[in-house]
Structures are given as C-alpha cells and as structure tokens.
C-alpha cells in the first residue's frame, strides 16, 4: 500500500500507512502560513478492500467548522469526483472507503489542474473576441493571465472577474470555466448582447502558484492575497499588484471575485456595504443583481452567507471592498460550498464542478440585468 501526493496541487503528509483499517494523514500548511485544509492525494493499494484514512490535527485547521457534515470526494479516473462516507469528530476526519481500482485519488474538492488552466487560457484565445494577456510572472515565475473578451469602446461597462485568490478554492476557476464557455458562444444571444454592452475581463486563476504548491489560501510566500489590496506589492503580492494595475488602467463598473467557502452550504455573495463611500445607488445595484440571479437560478439564495460588515467598518484589504471603494461599482465576493447547496443536495456528487460552471453560465443572467444601470 502507499499513499503519493508528488503531483499538480498534492498536499498530504503520511503519518503511517501499513494497515488498510488504520492510515493516519495530515495536512501540510501553506508554505511560511499556518493555514491548512486543503488536501489531494493517491491512494495505492488493494481493490475491493475496506480501507479507513485518518486526516489527523483538523482541530486548528483554518476552518474547522468545515468539517461537519463534510464529505471528502475521491476519483478513479480523475474526471468523475464523488463524494465518500466520512465522520468529523471535532479533532479527526475519519473517510471510509472500499475502494473498486487500485489506484484512488482523494481531495477536499475537485482539483483544477494546472494544464487544465492553460487548456482555457489557450482555447479561450482561440475565440475571435477574447485576447490573451499575460500581465507579469509569479514569484514562481509563473504567468499572471488575463483573458480580455469584446472590444474596448468608450461607451461599453467595464466588468472584471477575478478567481482562485485563495487556491485550494478550485470551484472558483470551475465556475470561470462555464462562465467564458457560456460568453465566447457565438450562437448565445444573451453572449453577443452582454458582449455589446461591456467589455469582460477575466482572471481565470489568480494564484497559480499556490495551486500547484497544494495551498488552501496563500501564494508562494505565505500572502493571503485576498488581504493584500490596500498595499500590493511584487514582492510578496505580485498576483494582486500586476492585476490592480490593469484595473486603475481600464476602471471597474463591476467586480466579481469568485471564492469558495468551507462552512456554509450555500452559494451566496457577500458585498461592500462597510465600504466608507457604500451608497444608496451601489445597494440598489447589489440587491438587482442578487434578485436576478435568485429568479435565474434555486442554487442561488441571499438569506444565508457572511455578517454584514457595519458601516465604513469594511477591511480594506480585501478585493472586494477595496475595488468597490475605489471604482465605486458594483462589487461582490461570490462564495461556493465546498460541501453541497443544502437547499438541493446532490448526494452523491455534493456541490461539483457541473454545477460551478451552471452557476458561471447563470451568472451572465444577473450581470445583463445590472449591465444598462452599472453608470
Ligand atoms: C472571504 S471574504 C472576506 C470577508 N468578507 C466579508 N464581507 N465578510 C475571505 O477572504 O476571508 C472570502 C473567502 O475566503 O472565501
Ligand atoms: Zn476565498
């Protein structure tokens, strides 16, 4: 029997492995962070055998709450993610499986590998409308990439969408991934008329590095990126600094940063009311397109989701506060259940990367029900 994790986003540490009913595993943090939840391994042994996995140490994990009711998911054939019997005991997660290959692989969400983001990146700029840019490198050297799709004009919204700040949250570029499929449709009238009217700009992953390094929620150097946008800087926050850049050079009418979140079994967005410019006009936005995506799609709802920040009371560090604040737009964090929408449970498959990219496709919906009132 062994256990491997030397591969794109791998993250688990072998305590012992010997015995299928007793494999003891922990979770490495982030590189220079203490942060750690995220986990993606394979598991080597015997068919048709009854194995029990231990994730040890989930007692100071970054969200422990997010092991109620959790439920791992595992792959024979890397494409088709299940979910698996799992017990949370405050301090342990207990995954019982028998497995039907030799070879499993198991992970906190569906993985988006590395090659997968550059297979959109590439068939994205294939689109006549969508240009490729690349805005500098990671500390990893890596590409920052930014998709650009439609054609700049004077009159045309502004509309950025940002995903993955935190790595480990794969449903975020998942969601992107449907999203772009949906906008570069040449044969999608709501495409070519939203296309009309704005122009899109889309970081499909924002942190590269740490999705290959295997991290819940930091870049190489430990920045948890979505605190890093009062202050960027190249060299500890590249990511953010070459985007927001790009962002003063083109302006934002709206954001969208796309996340996902351990706990709460909802989708939902939370938005820049603790912002000290937060205004009547910028509500009415945020409570249109909550409308529209609720009457697009049942996944959506706005009754559960983060505490309202208190007036001028938001963290500036955070995306979206900062380019609300600063573009005064429409901005939202948009939040995506690492276990399951509890409102239409899929038992199986929980929340997944099908029902991410229904969302990205439902989005566009709620952004052409804002797009004629974003200025
Ligand atoms: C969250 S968003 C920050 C909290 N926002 C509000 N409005 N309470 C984060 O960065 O901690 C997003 C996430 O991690 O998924
Ligand atoms: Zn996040």
């Given at each position: 029997?062994?256990?491997?994790?030397?591969?794109?986003?791998?993250?688990?540490?072998?305590?012992?492995?010997?015995?299928?009913?007793?494999?003891?595993?922990?979770?490495?943090?982030?590189?220079?962070?203490?942060?750690?939840?995220?986990?993606?391994?394979?598991?080597?042994?015997?068919?048709?055998?009854?194995?029990?996995?231990?994730?040890?140490?989930?007692?100071?994990?970054?969200?422990?709450?997010?092991?109620?009711?959790?439920?791992?998911?595992?792959?024979?054939?890397?494409?088709?993610?299940?979910?698996?019997?799992?017990?949370?005991?405050?301090?342990?997660?207990?995954?019982?499986?028998?497995?039907?290959?030799?070879?499993?692989?198991?992970?906190?969400?569906?993985?988006?590998?590395?090659?997968?983001?550059l297979d959109l990146l590439?068939?994205?700029?294939?689109?006549?409308?969508?240009?490729?840019?690349?805005?500098?490198?990671?500390?990893?050297?890596?590409?920052?990439?930014?998709l650009v799709i439609g054609?700049?004009?004077?009159?045309?919204?502004?509309?950025?969408?940002?995903?993955?700040?935190?790595?480990?949250?794969?449903?975020?570029?998942?969601?992107?991934?449907?999203?772009?499929?949906?906008?570069?449709?040449?044969?999608?009238?709501?495409?070519?008329?939203?296309?009309?009217?704005?122009?899109?700009?889309?970081?499909?992953?924002?942190?590269?590095?740490?999705?290959?390094?295997?991290?819940?929620?930091?870049?190489?150097?430990?920045?948890?990126?979505?605190?890093?946008?009062?202050?960027?800087?190249?060299?500890?926050?590249?990511?953010?600094?070459?985007?927001?850049?790009?962002?003063?050079?083109?302006?934002?009418?709206?954001?969208?940063?796309?996340?996902?979140?351990?706990?709460?079994?909802?989708?939902?967005?939370?938005?820049?009311?603790?912002?000290?410019?937060?205004?009547?006009?910028?509500?009415?936005?945020?409570?249109?397109?909550?409308?529209?995506?609720?009457?697009?799609?049942?996944?959506?709802?706005?009754?559960?989701?983060?505490?309202?920040?208190?007036?001028?009371?938001?963290?500036?560090?955070?995306?979206?506060?900062?380019?609300?604040?600063?573009?005064?737009?429409?901005?939202?964090?948009?939040?995506?259940?690492?276990?399951?929408?509890?409102?239409?449970?899929?038992?199986?498959?929980?929340?997944?990367?099908?029902?991410?990219?229904?969302?990205?496709?439902?989005?566009?919906?709620?952004?052409?029900?804002?797009?004629?009132?974003?200025?």
């Amino acid at each position: 029997m062994r256990i491997s994790s030397n591969f794109d986003s791998g993250n688990i540490q072998v305590i012992q492995a010997s015995e299928p009913d007793n494999i003891q595993l922990r979770i490495k943090p982030d590189n220079q962070s203490d942060f750690y939840q995220w986990f993606h391994f394979k598991l080597e042994s015997q068919a048709f055998v009854s194995h029990r996995l231990t994730i040890v140490d989930l007692k100071n994990s970054a969200y422990p709450d997010g092991w109620k009711n959790y439920q791992a998911v595992a792959s024979y054939n890397r494409q088709e993610w299940f979910r698996v019997d799992c017990e949370f005991d405050g301090e342990q997660l207990v995954i019982q499986h028998t497995p039907e290959f030799e070879h499993t692989y198991f992970a906190y969400f569906a993985p988006y590998s590395y090659e997968r983001h550059l297979d959109l990146l590439a068939w994205a700029q294939q689109a006549p409308l969508c240009q490729q840019l690349c805005l500098g490198e990671t500390i990893d050297g890596r590409d920052m990439s930014l998709l650009v799709i439609g054609e700049p004009e004077k009159d045309k919204k502004v509309i950025w969408v940002t995903a993955r700040q935190h790595p480990g949250e794969t449903m975020a570029e998942w969601l992107v991934e449907g999203l772009l499929e949906r906008l570069l449709d040449e044969d999608d009238g709501l495409a070519r008329q939203l296309l009309e009217k704005a122009v899109f700009y889309v970081v499909p992953n924002m942190n590269p590095d740490g999705a290959v390094r295997g991290h819940l929620r930091t870049n190489a150097v430990g920045a948890n990126l979505n605190r890093e946008w009062a202050a960027p800087s190249m060299e500890r926050s590249p990511e953010v600094f070459l985007v927001k850049q790009m962002m003063l050079e083109t302006g934002v009418d709206l954001f969208l940063d796309v996340h996902g979140d351990e706990a709460l079994p909802y989708n939902f967005v939370a938005g820049a009311e603790g912002n000290p410019d937060y205004s009547p006009r910028i509500k009415q936005l945020e409570d249109h397109f909550k409308q529209s995506l609720m009457l697009a799609t049942p996944e959506f709802q706005d009754t559960y989701g983060y505490p309202k920040d208190a007036p001028g009371q938001a963290n500036a560090t955070v995306a979206t506060h900062a380019v609300g604040q600063t573009f005064d737009c429409l901005a939202f964090t948009l939040e995506m259940p690492f276990k399951d929408n509890i409102e239409l449970p899929d038992t199986a498959y929980g929340w997944s990367p099908a029902r991410c990219k229904q969302l990205g496709e439902d989005v566009l919906i709620a952004m052409r029900a804002v797009a004629d009132m974003l200025r």
